[in-house]
């Protein structure tokens, strides 16, 4: 079946720090792929997605491509921000219409 | 343009009862779906509507249940309640456009309705 697995967190990081986030997916089809951020209280927001290989998703300073031969969709952000603390969720959809999520990776930025 | 709004956000209920939560899509969405979080499951998925009909069903007992209305408003109801469903419900729209074409937008998720079941 589809998966996605994500590295463990929290992932602890002082202001400007550049940050990565691994994922990794296995799926049947050719999904299309998303993160998206959870900050305390809230419901999932969108941050960027990928539809095909070698796709890239960007927005607020977040970047991840579309790896098809590494199964891949590696979070990378240049310089993080105390704003940017939040859980970090990968998932990715086929046609099939379900979003299939990873576990979250928890962010933690100190100023 | 109005986000999907969930109702309502906090739920406290007694084991044995029944709840019902409701989701408004975005304005022009036609597809709804249902997602129950809990720290130890993760994310986990619990159906899909399109066009009032159920396409898509997780895997969850038969106490979990939905629809959809006309205008694409979704309800889901749990009966019997058990202290492990406390969770947050999470709702999210998107916009379909045809086959194969969904999978391009990404769902747009509601703040949710955290339910504490004691």
């Known amino acids: 079946g589809n998966s996605v697995t994500q590295m463990e967190g929290p992932v602890t990081l002082s202001e400007e720090a550049f940050l990565t986030i691994n994922c990794t997916y296995t799926?049947?089809?050719?999904?299309?792929l998303f993160w998206y951020v959870q900050y305390p209280g809230e419901g999932l927001q969108l941050l960027l997605k990928?539809?095909?290989?070698?796709d890239k998703g960007s927005n607020k300073g977040f970047e991840a491509t579309y790896r098809k031969e590494t199964t891949s969709f590696h979070l990378e952000k240049g310089s993080v921000q105390v704003s940017d603390s939040a859980v970090y969720f990968c998932?990715?959809?086929?046609?099939?219409?379900?979003?299939?999520f990873g576990t979250g990776t928890r962010l933690l930025v100190s100023p | 343009k109005a986000g999907v709004t969930q109702t309502p956000r906090y739920l406290i209920k007694t084991r044995g009862q029944q709840v019902t939560l409701s989701c408004s899509p975005i304005?022009?969405?036609?597809?709804v779906s249902w997602y129950q979080q809990t720290p130890g499951q993760g994310l986990q998925f619990l159906f899909e509507?399109?066009?009032?009909?159920?396409?898509n069903k997780g895997n969850f007992p038969g106490r979990f249940s939905g629809r959809q209305f006309s205008n694409s408003r979704s309800e889901m109801n749990v009966s019997t309640l058990e202290l492990g469903d406390s969770a947050l419900y999470l709702c999210?729209?998107?916009?379909?456009?045809?086959?194969?074409?969904?999978?391009?937008?990404?769902?747009?998720f509601g703040s949710g309705t955290r339910l504490t079941v004691v």
């Open positions: 999210a729209s998107s916009l379909y456009m045809g086959q194969g074409a969904l999978v391009n937008y990404g769902y747009t």
């Open positions: 799926a049947t089809g050719y999904p299309s």
């Open positions: 509507y399109f066009s009032e009909t159920q396409r």
């Open positions: 304005s022009g969405h036609r597809s």
């Open positions: 998932a990715l959809i086929t046609l099939f219409q379900k979003l299939v």
């Open positions: 990928a539809t095909k290989a070698d």
